[in-house]
């Protein structure tokens, strides 16, 4: 597949926003081209049950997608989660324990939420990208208020997507791009270790080949993402 506005391996515009609402203390707006993502951060006095008595916290995420993030409309979840969302919001909470030392905020649940505000593919990855920057952002001002004495981030992760589309490796998907891929992947980590790889056919067999392919151009690009994260911390903090 030709791309009219990006080599394959070119991501779409990044642009993260640090503070984009004034509470809570660790929210970001992330946007990947017309993606759109509100991410933030807060933290409760308590723990799931099982975890009471032992010390250690814990960290969830929920996601969800605002009626007109999509055309047509987007009905809300109301009574019951659809299992997509439940996918998804399971990815971003497993990629985030990933690099949190969960015993370094006590008895605390760090609850997560990101809605996205316009879709046009990768979500999940806009969103797993604009959460870890605003939990750094979120624990570093918990360290300096003295609220936590122990930074608890142990490592630093971003995300992308990209797939097969026509026989081409691309990377970074919009929604017309991932309906046509005949292999998609979500890729979780910091450009030399991995959180969590998502990859599924879609109709159709993939190569070990094009698996590496698709490992090796993400790769690359989550330092290009790193980068960014790093430079919307910088400004706000």
Same mark, same amino acid.
């Given at each position: 597949?030709?791309?009219?506005?990006?080599?394959?391996?070119?991501?779409?515009?990044?642009?993260?926003?640090?503070?984009?609402?004034?509470?809570?203390?660790?929210?970001?707006?992330?946007?990947?081209?017309?993606?759109?993502?509100?991410?933030?951060?807060?933290?409760?006095?308590?723990?799931?049950?099982?975890?009471?008595?032992?010390?250690?916290?814990?960290?969830?995420?929920?996601?969800?997608?605002?009626?007109?993030?999509?055309?047509?409309?987007?009905?809300?979840?109301?009574?019951?989660?659809?299992?997509?969302?439940? $996918? %998804? *919001?399971?990815?971003?909470?497993?990629? &985030?324990?990933?690099?949190?030392?969960? !015993?370094?905020?006590? #008895?605390?649940?760090?609850?997560?939420?990101?809605?996205?505000?316009?879709?046009?593919?990768?979500?999940?990855?806009?969103?797993?990208?604009?959460?870890?920057?605003?939990?750094?952002?979120?624990?570093?001002?918990?360290?300096?208020?003295?609220?936590?004495?122990?930074?608890?981030?142990?490592?630093?992760?971003?995300?992308?997507?990209?797939?097969?589309?026509?026989?081409?490796?691309?990377?970074?998907?919009?929604?017309?791009?991932?309906?046509?891929?005949?292999?998609?992947?979500?890729?979780?980590?910091?450009?030399?270790?991995?959180? $969590? %790889? *998502?990859?599924?056919?879609?109709?159709? &067999?993939?190569?070990?080949?094009?698996? !590496?392919?698709?490992? #090796?151009?993400?790769?690359?690009?989550?330092?290009?993402?790193?980068?960014?994260?790093?430079?919307?911390?910088?400004?706000?903090?």
């Amino acid at each position: 597949m030709s791309r009219k506005n990006r080599k394959p391996d070119e991501l779409r515009k990044i642009e993260i926003i640090p503070d984009f609402q004034g509470v809570p203390s660790g929210v970001t707006l992330v946007s990947f081209g017309n993606t759109k993502v509100l991410t933030s951060v807060g933290m409760d006095n308590f723990v799931p049950p099982y975890l009471r008595g032992t010390g250690t916290g814990w960290l969830n995420a929920e996601y969800s997608i605002m009626p007109y993030a999509t055309v047509p409309r987007n009905r809300r979840e109301r009574e019951k989660i659809s299992g997509r969302t439940q $996918e %998804i *919001q399971r990815l971003i909470g497993r990629s &985030l324990r990933c690099v949190t030392d969960l !015993g370094a905020f006590g #008895e605390k649940t760090v609850k997560v939420d990101c809605d996205v505000l316009q879709a046009d593919g990768g979500t999940r990855t806009a969103a797993i990208t604009g959460a870890f920057t605003a939990l750094y952002i979120f624990f570093k001002r918990c360290q300096k208020d003295r609220k936590i004495f122990t930074f608890p981030l142990t490592g630093h992760i971003a995300a992308v997507s990209c797939g097969i589309v026509e026989g081409e490796a691309l990377l970074d998907l919009n929604y017309e791009e991932d309906y046509m891929a005949s292999c998609d992947m979500n890729i979780v980590g910091d450009g030399k270790n991995f959180a $969590e %790889i *998502q990859s599924s056919g879609e109709e159709k &067999l993939f190569t070990g080949a094009q698996f !590496g392919k698709l490992t #090796e151009l993400a790769s690359a690009a989550l330092g290009d993402i790193i980068a960014i994260q790093n430079r919307a911390i910088k400004s706000a903090l």
